[in-house]
T-cell receptor, first 118, second 116 residues
């Protein structure tokens, strides 16, 4: 079974600065997807960014980028130019690529609460 | 696209009452998931369906919980009888087949359940 670990329960960053959230995972599969979801106080789960394991290039979405290290099984999220609206809980998640009955779910980490300091 | 639609958004009920949570997945999606989120246990998968068929219900806590998907556009999660420890945010989510559309699972806004 796959596991996802987020070792930073809380992080804080000054507005306009850059912050990196850590995530490691364990899997025996070679093909999979990794995700970062954002959960603001409204509790809605919002997709931030997605990475396909077979792609070497790190995914980017505006101010959000990842550092994907497949051999190390590491998938960190970098938020540049932090804004007050970035304050939220951030979850790292894993999903198998192959459709294999019983294997299609998202496995989540425990989350990192990000505070933005004005 | 309207996204995944859940109802009710908030529910407060008394212990022992029946609770029914409803979900309409994104049209055309093959998978539907029910997750529960609590402070103590984080995000837990309760059950998921593929083409209306339950695939994995190992996360359903006990017999008080049941889930159905009578058709591709509707699912329910029922708790009977409800207990205070069932208080949580319940998320419904859907996705297309894993090999299409980036394998992304899309979440509804959640149903906040409080059992007093």
């Amino acid at each position: 079974a796959q596991t996802v670990t987020q070792s930073q329960p809380e992080m804080s960053v000054q507005e306009a600065e850059t912050v990196t959230l850590s995530c490691t995972y364990d899997t025996s599969e070679s093909d999979y997807y990794l995700f970062w979801y954002k959960q603001p106080p409204s509790r809605q789960m919002i997709l931030v960014i997605r990475q396909e394991a077979y792609k070497q290039q790190n995914a980017t979405e505006n101010r959000f980028s990842v550092n994907f290290q497949k051999a190390a099984k590491s998938f960190s999220l970098k938020i540049s130019d932090s804004q007050l609206g970035d304050a939220a809980m951030y979850f790292c998640a894993y999903r198998s690529l192959l459709s294999n009955f019983g294997n299609e779910k998202l496995t989540f980490g425990t989350g990192t609460r990000l505070t933005i300091i004005p | 696209d309207a996204g995944v639609i859940q109802s009710p958004r908030h529910e407060v009920t008394e212990m022992g009452q029946e609770v029914t949570l409803r979900c309409k997945p994104i049209s055309g999606h093959d998978y539907l998931f029910w997750y529960r989120q609590t402070m103590m246990r984080g995000l837990e998968l309760l059950i998921y369906f593929n083409n209306n068929v339950p695939i994995d219900d190992s996360g359903m806590p006990e017999d008080r919980f049941s889930a159905k998907m009578p058709n591709a556009s509707f699912s329910t999660l029922k708790i009977q009888p409800s207990e205070p420890r069932d208080s949580a945010v319940y998320f419904c989510a859907s996705s297309p087949l894993t090999l299409r559309s980036g394998n992304t699972i899309y979440f509804g806004e959640g149903s906040w359940l409080t059992v007093v």
